[in-house]
């Protein structure tokens, strides 16, 4: 796999969904764009006049019908200067990207952070192939889920660089994410997150550390709860308004709007999340995260992929079914997934092995296209 060099002007002309820019990979040197008058160069001015006046970005698909949402280039712009913001103090010299451009995320990290900073940029579509030069000696990551694995794998590429600033966005970090910390280090390895949707765009941050730490929202965001639905002081629909707000289908843009995650309020700016929506289930008077129960049942069994799943239940009302994939080579089955996760404290109501399990490219489940393949398992 080599690295296709193209001209800031070729990347942004050919669109953000074109095969050549999301499915293969290239670098573009920014701190080089509009050489050579340099010194007389608007990079914000040389973007805007790239850019597509609006520009449109579907939904994942992982809570419901996948709809297309818009957005202006100075919104898009304007939200890439503020991912820039959150690395700068860092002084990366180059950034590397893994977030295809055809979604909001991909398009302002992958696309457009490198030029807010001024610096060379590759993305990497791929699971496996080559890594980026190593001349570079502080990095700017941009990750989705699997990102966090494939440095793993290259771990000397990793330990060539002086400085890895990481920034994730999309879904629940990892726990590769963790482990690539504490195996490089936390001196050369950091990590900020961004929480946001396709509708709202980035609407808060926060660097990690161990303990779960509040998100703070961006400057430009506001909270925007409804006393009247939501009288509770504790845990609320996230709901915030904001000069980035998508524009819907009929051309108008949102005023506010309510995510599909519960937030318990923090301080005037901050909250704690809660879980997703759809993620939150009462198992015999128990709440539980099927994110985190996801992330802690990794630990036990050795799978390619794993799924938690809510269901509609007869007499408890709601219950769990877990679809999982096995390794080439490992067959498992039933018995042995429960065998391995007795330690969770949850049983789940039935147990699929599966070819595979659909995700969205950012690894969200896409719920709604789930379906057992093979080895339906049986109720316990």
Sequence with gaps: MSFTELTPAELLEMGLDHPKIT????????????????????ISRLMLNLLPVTAGFPTSGSTGESRVWRRTREQMWNEAGMLADLLAPERPQAVLSFAPPRHLYGALATVMLAARLRVPMWYRPQYFGAMPPTGPRRWAVVAVPWTFSILRRNADWVASAERLSVLHSTAMLPETAERLIGEAGPQRVSLVEVFGST????????????GDPRWELFPDVRFAWD???HSSPDEHPLTVSGPRLAFGPDGRQLESWEMDDYVVRSGERGFVFSGRRGRLVNLNGRRVNLDELELRARSLLDCQ??????????MSGEHVEMLVVSKPGLALTEDSVRTAITSLGVRPYRVHVVDQIDRSESGKLLRKRQAPSIGAGAAR
């Design 199 to 210: 509708e709202t765009g980035g609407v808060a941050y926060r660097r990690w550390q161990p």
């Design 23 to 42: 499915e293969r990979p290239w670098t573009v040197r920014w701190d080089e764009a509009g050489a050579p008058v340099m010194a007389g160069t608007d």
């Design 305 to 314: 992929d794993m799924a938690f799943l809510p269901v509609a239940h007869e």
């Design 227 to 229: 006393p009247a639905r």
